[in-house]
């Protein structure tokens, strides 16, 4: 059987956050992780349920870590240190864009639910930095005639709800918000996404330094098209929530084809009228 490719160059990602970690900026750039963690917060509350083992998945235990006393912190690698059926309550913190087998990621993580426990997961999708992606491509091509490897490719909502499916979470909802923001410089956006620990750990970079007639084309490029009134640059992040149950009896199951007792035309009160003939 062969492998899949490999998207992430994980030992690159982890060295990244290390240095994100030592850099001064560091705090200030986890916006994104305080927002993901306060609308995670807001949907428990929602939830109204007592969770008493709640696991979390992530990278960035400096915030993550305050998502309880009781949970329980998991490095998010390729094999998670989650126990089959441990927990009534997983969340899947911020790292879930980076995994080689997203498909699988979940499937452990449905994995170590009890039955009727909760899975969330927050992760950022396809149209974070949409702008960024757009200007580099374009200026690559216009400095050196080619494309290489630099933004990570992120999955669209669909393809993540049809993911939760596969991976046999029952009520699966998938749903976004954008968070954008202004820079005043394209070096304070690149400076920005080191101390994220965001930046290019593509397996299939180039191992070279991005020329600086490439970084400039990309600062022309995005400040022509992706600047405010104001002349700040633009940058989209977004959030992408996902939801889901392991299965239990007590929950809601869809109905059987054809079990309908009263037809739809009674339930709108209309009058039902044939398809015509040949249409």
């Excluded at 030592?22 to 007592?50: C, K, S, W, Y």
């Amino acid at each position: 059987m062969t492998a899949p490719p490999r998207l992430t160059d994980r030992p690159a990602l982890l060295r990244q956050r290390a240095r994100a970690r030592q850099m001064p900026g560091h705090d200030d750039a986890l916006f994104l992780h305080r927002a993901a963690f306060d609308d995670l917060q807001e949907r428990l509350i929602e939830v109204n349920r007592t969770f008493t083992a709640p696991a979390v998945v992530t990278g960035f235990p400096e915030i993550w870590g305050k998502i309880g006393r009781d949970a329980r912190l998991v490095e998010d690698s390729e094999t998670l240190g989650l126990a089959a059926g441990a927990h009534d309550l997983v969340i899947h913190a911020m790292g879930l864009h980076w995994a080689d087998d997203p498909l699988g990621q979940l499937v452990q993580c449905r994995h170590a639910l009890r039955p009727d426990g909760l899975f969330i997961a927050v992760l950022l999708g396809d149209r974070t930095l949409h702008e960024l992606r757009a200007s580099l491509a374009e200026a690559e091509s216009m400095v050196a005639g080619g494309l290489s490897p630099r933004v990570l490719p992120m999955a669209e909502i669909r393809d993540l709800g049809a993911l939760m499916q596969r991976a046999g979470f029952a009520l699966p909802v998938a749903d976004s918000f954008a968070q954008t923001v202004h820079y005043s410089s394209f070096a304070t956006l690149c400076a920005d996404l080191r101390a994220m620990g965001e930046t290019n750990a593509l397996a299939a970079r180039l191992r070279r330094f991005t020329g600086k007639s490439v970084m400039a084309a990309t600062e022309a490029i995005y400040r022509a098209n992706f600047a405010t009134p104001d002349d700040r640059l633009v940058a989209t992040f977004d959030l992408v929530f996902l939801t889901g149950w392991a299965p239990h009896d007590s929950q809601q199951k869809p109905l059987r084809p054809g079990s309908a007792r009263q037809r739809l035309a009674d339930a709108l009160g209309v009058p039902e009228e044939p398809l015509p003939k040949g249409g």
